[in-house]
């Protein structure tokens, strides 16, 4: 199969179970979304690598998205189901960092459709005493209970409680590349296409090398006996990604594979797996584009 | 003392030791650069609620600025100086993370003439045989010893030892505008000033609004007995900044200033401090703006 | 009617019929796509003060979006019918300035619904002899025309024919503020929203301050006989913009009006209108947000 | 010479006097500052293809480096000499349009040490009259005489007279990569260098790629009987801009010149030229860069 001149390697992306929390954050502008987000999903690349939660900004929101009506941004996060609790103190934290941030008001804003558990953050963690000191009052805003608390700008408003996606899942494809800028071009307009995919968000960065797949690492390659790197390939970059559901990945991996088989200097696309034996899904590059 | 038409309280700002590390995050563009800048520095506003580090971005760095001429972002972290153990951990973690962008490299950007103390971190938390299983190699740029690790985009390159500025300060001043809007504007105009200042950075998002300064929440007004907020004033903000050394910390709340002060809206700037009894510092507002 | 605090005036915007060209420029990435586009789209914020051409950037364009699957950013263009030469003309230059710019390609993007009639731009300036001396040639992409040519980087290419929609008009609202920072953060909020509109772009930054009329500027109050400056507003600001057809405008003034109601500061929300006696079209405020 | 595996061709380019003026525009945030800045630049990326000026956006302004203290953004015009006439009447419009942008003011930034000719562009246009009616009042701001116009939004406010400096220049690299990402991975580095060159500005987009020189066009390598595109070399594109003196262009082009070395997968720098005999200067590369 090939898109372009670009061979789609017939493999699959193994993945695993993750849950995921949604949230949009809103402010007096796009601007200031953006910058409460930047630190909202920051520090938050790889869980495995010692990030205490796994996050990626998804896109903008548009006023008319929001329940308050303010222009926002999506962020998403996720940890493996094991780790719910660790997942939880860390959203807690990162709600009271937002305080910070004037205008911000951060609200649940989980994917429908995918199923889910919801938690009373803001009772589970006893926020009101522990970190407001009883000085806020609850809002209903759509039926759902917002957290107001008074500050020198003005107010900071969250939503208590917050659906956790519990058939969330990671995702990803393998760009390989004549070039380290090929690569990067590459897996840039891939991560640009994710923004159509409500629900799925880049982790991290995003675009995601490795070090540990020393089979992958193109100067490494007359080193390894079972180099996978092909002939002509000098780089290797993953998008990494994760969703609220498998049907949401596999949308999200047709729409940025398609985009980085666009771009001049990428040979091949392909994905990374341990035969199927760890992971609870699947994601088969020739079913997802055929 | 006035600055246009707004009035410079004659107070000072109270501040603190902080130690401080300085780096500069290069790539093989801005946007990646930057990308890897947000990751780095995120989930860092405020160490007091309980980011493990006290973060922000200064700046771009023009590629001739870099150690290895291609674009870059400046960093500045910071933590009270009985924290330099976590503040070291936390870098540790945050280099480990940038592994994962491509064409990422991490280099120490510490302040010439502030004094500090050089810690090699790659050394001290082992990082070549608990990370990098002994796959990374050592290379010299500029007589400056640097951590080569192989990845499939191409290497992840850092510096080993990074200088902590121990002569560090924050440093704030308070905007107080007719409106939330104004304030917004005025103290992100401050903020833009600051970036001319090299080695302090705002701290976190940097415009901070605060919870626990009753006497400073201007709906609380009427309910707190010796309430700060004058007539005419519906919303305060503050500019939260840390950097270097105190003289450099001068500089940038006196640019600051006079940014935030050209703001239609804004009537008073000012400070907060608990009579100078806890900071070393005082930055006395008339002063700096002599 | 009253949105939040906001005053709805019970009035409309009157407006002109305009034709309109829809265009999307891709690109490598959409950092670059964005810039060709800031060319494309420059100098062009009123015929009436003297630009060549109104146009607008609507939003980026996602790769799957995009007729050859890269990134791109949708651009709008608009003139008087009786100046459709003129238009046609600029659009032309437009097209010749973007062959500068790397890896861009310019595609009609027109909205499908709308009526209008194609135009050969490539034919009826015979660009292949007068610009090109004859070196390009004839690529089909999805059953449309394109010029190809060769140019130092790789190629540059242009659809041949564009759909004028004859049924376009132009569209805005009058926010009425407290203060300037209110009616600046308003609006941008309300051009925030515009970008849920496919069909429907700002007019030049959209955001547009008025000098000529009289009656609505604040600090002539006191000089003009009949001010239409009501008490407590210091601010005026439109938002301006245009699109293919009467029903976009009107889903686009929509959404963007309540966007600009959620601002603190906000007092009025309203229209400018010569009694209807000039103007093709009528946005009656009330209908479009009952 | 070669900078890291880059070859630095022993060649200089051919460069002509231009004339060039400098304002920045200056506004309430750097965001409305830039959007300003891109109709007032817009358009402009080549007045040989035909353009009516030729402009680019040099960087952003920091508030303390202001007329008026408020964040904004440098840009730059020119024209050939004997086209003055054309590049003021093109001024006078732009500054009419800028107009629109609320809290936008227009200044002079010409360059100090560059030679030139100050114009009064405000009463060569009668723009009072012509434009405003005669509500513009006079305003001096730090000894230099200002037009101030009552807007709904606040003022508009501009710079009546302009230095044009005499003594400027264009210049140019030609970038010689093995593939398009790379090349344009390259120039975008070596633009981000120009920004610490106060004076010189990209022309246009800045990275501009070529369709007349058939001699530098790789897809015509075996058409051309003196194909100049070099064996491995796919994709060139250069980096164009103008400044107001050739010291200025000189350290520009070593700047850039250096950034773009740094990209892997560019094989050689070099520069287009007529022999030296149609203009003014002669940049040549290794003096440059010794």
Same mark, same amino acid.
């Given at each position: 199969?090939?898109?372009?001149? &670009?061979?789609?390697?017939?493999?699959?992306?193994?993945?695993?179970?993750?849950?995921?929390?949604?949230?949009?954050?809103?402010?007096?502008?796009?601007?200031?979304?953006?910058?409460?987000?930047?630190?909202?999903?920051?520090?938050? /690349?790889?869980?495995?690598?010692?990030?205490?939660?796994?996050?990626?900004?998804?896109?903008?929101?548009?006023?008319?998205?929001?329940?308050?009506?303010?222009?926002?941004?999506?962020?998403?996060?996720?940890?493996?189901?094991?780790?719910?609790?660790?997942?939880?103190?860390?959203?807690?934290?990162?709600?009271?960092?937002?305080?910070?941030?004037?205008?911000?008001? &951060?609200?649940?804003?989980?994917?429908?459709?995918?199923?889910?558990?919801?938690?009373?953050?803001?009772?589970?963690?006893?926020?009101?005493?522990?970190?407001?000191?009883?000085?806020?009052?609850?809002?209903?805003?759509?039926?759902?209970?917002?957290?107001?608390?008074?500050?020198?700008?003005?107010?900071?408003?969250?939503?208590?409680?917050?659906?956790?996606?519990?058939? /969330?899942?990671?995702?990803?494809?393998?760009?390989?590349?004549?070039?380290?800028?090929?690569?990067?071009?590459?897996?840039?307009?891939?991560?640009?296409?994710?923004?159509?995919?409500?629900?799925?968000?880049?982790?991290?960065?995003?675009?995601?090398?490795?070090?540990?797949?020393?089979?992958?690492?193109?100067?490494?390659?007359?080193?390894?006996?079972?180099?996978?790197?092909?002939?002509?390939?000098?780089?290797?970059?993953?998008?990494?990604?994760?969703?609220?559901?498998?049907?949401?990945?596999?949308?999200?991996?047709?729409?940025?594979?398609?985009?980085?088989?666009?771009?001049?200097? &990428?040979?091949?696309?392909?994905?990374?797996?341990?035969?199927?034996?760890?992971?609870?899904?699947?994601?088969?590059?020739?079913?997802?584009?055929?």
């Amino acid at each position: 199969m090939k898109i372009k001149n &670009v061979t789609i390697i017939d493999t699959f992306a193994e993945a695993w179970t993750l849950e995921v929390v949604r949230v949009v954050l809103t402010a007096t502008s796009t601007e200031v979304a953006l910058g409460g987000a930047h630190q909202f999903a920051g520090a938050a /690349g790889s869980s495995m690598i010692g990030s205490r939660i796994n996050a990626g900004i998804e896109r903008a929101a548009l006023p008319q998205e929001t329940p308050d009506g303010r222009p926002g941004v999506f962020v998403s996060m996720a940890m493996p189901p094991d780790q719910r609790e660790a997942m939880l103190e860390e959203i807690e934290l990162r709600i009271a960092l937002a305080s910070l941030v004037p205008t911000i008001a &951060v609200f649940d804003a989980a994917v429908e459709a995918a199923p889910g558990e919801t938690v009373n953050i803001h009772d589970k963690f006893s926020i009101s005493s522990e970190r407001w000191e009883g000085y806020d009052t609850e809002r209903e805003l759509a039926g759902r209970k917002q957290c107001v608390l008074p500050t020198t700008t003005g107010e900071f408003v969250y939503e208590k409680a917050y659906k956790v996606c519990t058939n /969330g899942t990671d995702g990803h494809f393998v760009c390989f590349a004549e070039s380290e800028t090929a690569a990067v071009t590459a897996v840039a307009a891939a991560k640009e296409a994710l923004t159509a995919v409500d629900g799925v968000a880049p982790m991290g960065y995003g675009l995601e090398q490795v070090f540990r797949e020393f089979d992958y690492i193109p100067s490494l390659r007359d080193k390894i006996a079972d180099s996978k790197v092909p002939d002509g390939v000098n780089s290797i970059l993953n998008l990494l990604m994760f969703g609220a559901s498998p049907e949401l990945m596999r949308q999200a991996m047709a729409v940025s594979l398609r985009a980085a088989a666009q771009v001049p200097g &990428v040979m091949y696309l392909g994905a990374m797996n341990f035969g199927g034996e760890f992971g609870k899904h699947q994601y088969h590059l020739h079913q997802l584009l055929k």
